[in-house]
């Protein structure tokens, strides 16, 4: 019941953190026509916005239906900093579960397109393991929001594949106000 009266207080009347509940709920689905044979694309929404205008704060509502929106090891909530090629391990075996990756600025300025179109594959790069054995490759169906200051299509070579799997929107304002968001 608690989390339920947080939404009904803070959150219902609140436009952007109604739509990140949408965005939530959205996992779910991509992860039941993954598990029914209906392979669709995973779901990737970047929310961007200054400092204090509750990006992160918004991103965690939506995690906080399956978990605490905390960061961790083997958690719903990551940042920019985990490598291009941990981040796709921490998603594997995710079918219908948000999951947050927190802080673009934190990956420096590196172009993230083929890290962009990975996340749309739904599926880790393909590896040989030492006996040179095709090695395990994790998948996931879900809805993946990332946070940042800046645009991450800034980021990459903007190819219309790319901009078509990633949905990008900046809000002045995420929550009410900055105590709002805390």
């Given amino acids: 019941a608690g989390w ?6 803070q959150v219902i009347g609140v436009i952007p953190l109604e739509f990140i509940l949408g965005v ?11 598990k029914t044979g209906q392979d669709k694309d995973s779901i990737m929404v970047q929310l961007v ?9 918004a991103a965690q509502l939506a995690i906080s239906l399956f978990g605490p929106p905390i ?36 990956a420096g300025s590196k172009d993230l397109t083929e890290f962009i179109y990975l996340l749309g594959e739904n599926r880790e790069k393909g590896r040989m393991t030492e006996s040179l054995d095709l090695a395990e490759q994790l998948s996931w169906h879900t809805s ?10 800034s980021q990459t070579n903007q190819n219309l594949g ?21």
């Avoid at 339920?4 to 207080?9: C, G, P």
């Avoid at 939530?24 to 993954?34: K, N, R, T």
């Avoid at 998603?91 to 947050?100: A, E, R």
Wanted: hydrophobic share 40%.
């Fill in 4 to 9: 339920v009266n947080l939404v009904e207080q």
């Fill in 24 to 34: 939530a709920a959205s996992a779910l689905i991509v992860g039941y026509y993954a």
């Fill in 49 to 57: 916005g200054t400092s204090t205008t509750g990006k992160t704060t």
């Fill in 71 to 106: 960061k961790g090891v083997k958690k719903l909530f990551q940042s920019f900093s985990s490598t291009a090629n941990a981040l796709p391990r921490m998603l594997g075996n995710n079918f219908g579960v948000p999951f947050l990756i927190d802080e673009l600025s934190l």
């Fill in 144 to 153: 993946i929001l990332m946070t940042g200051e800046n645009s991450i299509t």
């Fill in 162 to 182: 790319l901009l078509v799997r990633l949905f990008e929107y900046e809000i002045n304002q995420w929550t009410k106000d900055a105590e709002h968001a805390d």
